[in-house]
């Protein structure tokens, strides 16, 4: 039993302490950056391109990063993801100094939590139980820590200039390091590759993954396509509201509001918050009503709010936030049902390479959905532009939304969110 417990425990709690930590100065950037701008005289775009390289480094480092935890005990890559992080945080304040510099440290702190965020999101899906509560968490974590760097970030730019602002918040982040150094004194199964994990199996125990029901290997692939490709389509709509929220509140309460663009800024980052609640509630319901089940209910949740959302420039107050709420709960909501779900169908000797593809292709959307939805307010300028903007974050999530449904009569979904067989015994 000791042996068993080896292999298949995880310290969820420490990796989601981990990765809180990483991202404490991440975000000290984005918060300051007009202060950059004005200090180093660089325009909109190149500080565009600046905060974008924190974005492109966090994707090239987790499509190596995971990969990688398929070939070596996966706390290697834990510890050199926060040592890259915090190194390079504390560096930018001290040496950055125009565009090509920042850009350049930017990168290099994004791949560092690259080597953080995916790879705990790979280890924490082989979890024996609830796995879709313990992603949930492990998702909420990420979403409070980004929170987190905003308010940190506030609170200390109030009487401190940027640059030591950033070097406080970069400092706290070693903190990480010295726990990801911890990680070695944890029981090591759960890191492993899974050639070493598994060389000797107890009789009778499956892996942490469970086995794809009557399914050959084409029903698998296909199974895995259309969780990766739902997975963009929940991506599409997460990043295109992410990314012009704050100017469409802004628009709405630029003719009532004296400080509009502060408002809308706050309520951007209180939506932000609201998806750690909501990643931890949909795990939790995913372990018990199924993946495929909990995910198309979310998913046409946010996809009616999207519909709907463009139509509400000029609609009452308590309506627009009643429906954002709503909004802000449920876009972010199905992110650990995706991970725990492809865990639970894919090889598990092959898992990091197949979320490296996810990554790549969700975060592909990811890039370019904001710019269909700027293209399209460009297009279409006025109340009709926001209208066809948000429609086309509804219309990719919808088409997400089909996939799962597909997905739903395949029996390779049979592995999904199925719940631990009971324990009663029978007399």
Request: with cysteine.
């Amino acid at each position: 039993m000791d042996n068993r417990r080896e292999q298949t425990y995880i310290p969820i709690g420490l990796l989601a302490l981990i990765q809180l930590l990483v991202l404490v100065p991440s975000y000290c950037l984005p918060a300051v950056l007009p202060l950059v701008e004005r200090q180093w005289g660089i325009s909109h775009a190149e500080s565009g391109v600046m905060v974008a390289a924190f974005q492109a480094g966090y994707v090239a480092a987790a499509l190596v990063a995971l990969p990688l935890t398929d070939r070596i005990d996966a706390r290697h890559v834990f510890v050199g993801g926060a040592v890259l992080s915090a190194v390079t945080h504390f560096l930018f304040p001290l040496l950055a100094r125009d565009a090509l510099s920042g850009t350049l440290l930017r990168a290099l702190t994004g791949a560092g939590l690259g080597g953080i965020y995916m790879p705990g999101v790979k280890i924490i899906s082989q979890a024996p139980a609830s796995r879709g509560r313990a992603v949930g968490f492990y998702v909420s974590s990420y979403l409070a820590g980004t929170s987190l760097s905003f308010a940190l970030t506030g609170a200390f730019t109030a009487f401190l200039p940027w640059q030591e602002a950033y070097l406080v918040l970069a400092g706290i982040s070693f903190a990480a390091v010295f726990l990801s150094l911890w990680l070695w004194r944890q029981p090591a199964g759960a890191f492993l590759p899974c050639r070493r994990q598994n060389k000797t199996p107890e009789p009778g125990k499956a892996g942490p993954a469970r086995e794809v029901p009557q399914a050959g290997k084409t029903q698998r692939n296909l199974a895995l396509a259309l969780v990766i490709l739902g997975y963009t389509g929940h991506m599409w709509e997460m990043y295109g509201l992410r990314s012009w929220l704050a100017p469409f509140l802004t628009a709405v309460f630029q003719e009532h509001y004296a400080r509009a663009t502060s408002l809308a800024a706050t309520l951007t980052a209180f939506s932000v918050m609201l998806g750690a609640p909501s990643t931890l509630l949909a795990g939790w319901l995913s372990d018990r009503l199924g993946r495929t089940r909990t995910a198309l209910a979310i998913m046409l949740t946010s996809a009616a709010c999207s519909l709907t959302f463009g139509w509400l420039l000029a609609a009452p107050l308590w309506l627009l936030l009643l429906v954002g709420l709503v909004y802000s709960l449920t876009v972010t909501a199905d992110s650990p049902i995706f991970s725990a779900g492809l865990a639970e169908i894919a090889p598990r000797e092959k898992l990091g390479s197949i979320m490296a593809w996810q990554t790549l292709v969700g975060y592909l959307f990811a890039t370019v959905s904001p710019a269909v939805f700027g293209l399209l307010l460009d297009l279409y300028p006025g109340p009709a532009g926001w209208v066809l903007a948000f429609s086309s974050l509804g219309a990719g999530v919808l088409v997400g939304a089909a996939l799962m449904f597909y997905l739903s009569f395949l029996p390779a979904s049979r592995a999904m969110g199925e719940r631990p067989p009971s324990r009663r015994v029978s007399r």
